[in-house]
């Protein structure tokens, strides 16, 4: 069984600018999670989708975006990017139907994302 | 946003040797997991718990849920050069539903050669 796949795996940005990141889930997952890994804040959630609706939210703002579509691949944008948004980006994706322990999350690799 | 805390934050052992750690919270959790992830790579999940006071094992690992519900602790027996890397705790307010998970700090485990 395949696991998540993330791309790309590493990319450069200058500030200002805007990146796409793009994130396949396991197949039969629904639920597709994004989280901000950095040495200083550990990971911070930043959304999760679940059948193309959003169904959690994190504190980030709003330049921070995502959306997934009906085959439960999932991207997530940031636009105008600032030197703190340098991170690597994981996402997980899980079963998390109502009717299941829905804590068990597997992740992606990631997506290293340095801004200069 | 809120995040669990987790000691130690780093430890330096010698192959061998036992490793306990532990997460804890100021608000309760229904669910507490634990996760590994090793350099270059995503956490991988270890062990799940849903329940006060349960002791799950997988192999050399074993955890266990606090009975207070805002703890919980990992340790890892006769420690080998693959256990290296960042734990991670995670607790989820709910069994079921669609509640997100909050993460711990991590703590860094390395072996001393």
């Known amino acids: 069984k395949a696991g998540v796949t993330q791309t790309p795996r590493y990319l450069i940005k200058t500030r200002g600018q805007q990146v796409t990141l793009s994130c396949s889930p396991i197949s039969g997952h629904r639920s597709v999670s994004w989280y901000q890994q950095t040495p200083g804040q550990g990971l911070q959630f930043l959304f999760e989708y679940f059948s193309e609706t959003q169904r959690n939210k994190g504190n980030f703002p709003g330049r921070f975006s995502g959306r997934q579509f009906s085959n439960s691949r999932s991207e997530m944008n940031v636009s105008t990017l600032e030197l703190g948004d340098s991170a690597l980006y994981l996402c997980a994706s899980s079963w998390r139907g109502l009717d299941r322990h829905t804590g068990e999350l597997f992740f992606g690799e990631g997506s290293r994302l340095t801004v200069l | 946003g809120q995040q669990l805390n987790q000691s130690p934050q780093s430890m330096f052992i010698q192959e061998g040797e036992d490793v306990s750690m532990n997460c804890t919270s100021s608000?309760?959790?229904?669910?507490w997991l634990w996760y590994k992830q090793d350099p270059g790579e995503g956490p991988v999940l270890l062990i799940a718990?849903?329940?006060?006071?349960e002791l799950t094992s997988n192999g050399r690992l074993t955890a266990q849920f606090g009975i207070t519900r805002k703890d919980s602790f990992l340790n890892i027996s006769a420690s080998i050069p693959s256990d290296v890397g960042i734990y991670f705790c995670?607790?989820?307010?709910?069994?079921?539903?669609?509640?997100?998970?909050?993460f711990g700090t991590g703590t860094r485990l390395t072996i001393i050669p």
């Open positions: 608000s309760i959790f229904n669910t």
């Open positions: 995670a607790g989820q307010r709910s069994n079921f539903g669609n509640e997100k998970l909050t």
């Open positions: 718990l849903y329940k006060a006071g």
